[in-house]
């Protein structure tokens, strides 16, 4: 004996079924409800009577998964700046090799994304006139400059190298590190503007999908925060040991 109902939860259909089958034991009939839960496509079935009133458990896709599905990497700008201020401008390669790669798998290119992450100054342009012109055809409306961010990126992370490489006969250990930061800060900005008009092209302007900081994220903050306050004890202590 088999008695059929349906019940709605949200936006699935419970088929709830009644049927009396022998005990192994007594050889009684004992009601056993079963319930089947039906979507468009699928149909699963429970396993048993306990789990009829539990939450359904629907196929949710990963954050990582859904944001390769988009054109350009989606991310908080903020969370930008921070990692690029905490590994000290080293977050910028993690960073255009994600847009490069997703911009690869959307149009199908045949680009590599490590060079153009690893040379970011010759792609730096191109990669801002990709998101703008994918940020017209979504119709949506941002005022930004994608040339004058790209040169500004191009032209921090250039004088970053110089300053990088320049002994300190030319240049104080203080002032060095005074410009090094500048120049992590005009490219750390570039990026972040970038970074927003990418998000606005994708449909997410504030990146739901990516704002949230990781295990990982933390761990690299906390590094680059350990670095810098050994970087400004430095700047404060006395040259000559013996003033100590």
Known sequence: MVRQHVRRRGTLRYLVAREWLPNRRSGILVDQPRAFVMTEDTRVKATDSTNLYAPP???IAETSLAADRTP?????????????MATFGLYALYWFWRHWKLHKIEHKLDLWPVP???????FAHSLNQEIDHRLQRSGARHVWSPNGWATLFV???????????????????????????LTLVGTSSALAQAQ???????????AVANRRFTAANYVWLILGALLWALILLGLMLPDDPSLM
């Open 57 to 59: 458990q629907a196929q």
């Open 155 to 181: 032209a921090a992370a250039i004088l970053g190298r110089i300053l990088g490489r320049m002994p300190e006969t030319l240049l104080s250990t203080e002032a060095n590190i005074g410009l090094m930061l």
């Open 196 to 206: 927003r008009a990418a998000n606005i092209a994708c449909g997410d302007p504030l």
């Open 72 to 84: 350009f990497y989606v991310v908080s700008p903020t969370k930008v700046v921070l990692l690029m």
């Open 116 to 122: 153009r992450a690893i040379f970011s100054i010759f």
